[in-house]
């Protein structure tokens, strides 16, 4: 069984950090508002800015964990950064440990 991280950038510019054994699913919730009390319910629409596979729950929650005590500011800067990799620009990749 393969875990994710995920993050979601919200219709206000603000970002959500959660944890899946399944992505498709996790994604379909938030947007069908499945649960109202959810961050992402009064924040529609969103959208799936990172995602990253864990062999483990537990890794992915420690690195949901880290992910979630970020300022906004730096998740961005992180995103900012991972959008340059995925444009093959030549920067060291950043890996999240446990």
């Not at 219709?11 to 054994?21: E, I, Q």
């Not at 500011?73 to 999240?96: A, T, Y």
């Amino acid at each position: 069984m393969v875990f994710h991280v995920y993050v979601l950038k919200c219709s206000d510019g603000s970002f959500y950090v959660g944890h899946t054994n399944h992505l498709g699913k996790a994604l379909t919730s938030h947007h069908n508002k499945v649960d109202e009390s959810c961050y992402t319910a009064s924040r529609l629409p969103v959208e799936l800015v990172f995602q990253q596979p864990f062999a483990t729950t537990q890794g992915a929650i420690a690195n949901k964990q880290l992910l979630s005590s970020w300022s906004q500011e730096k998740l961005q800067n992180f995103l900012n950064r991972e959008q340059q990799l995925d444009s093959d620009v030549p920067i060291p990749k950043f890996v999240l440990t446990v």
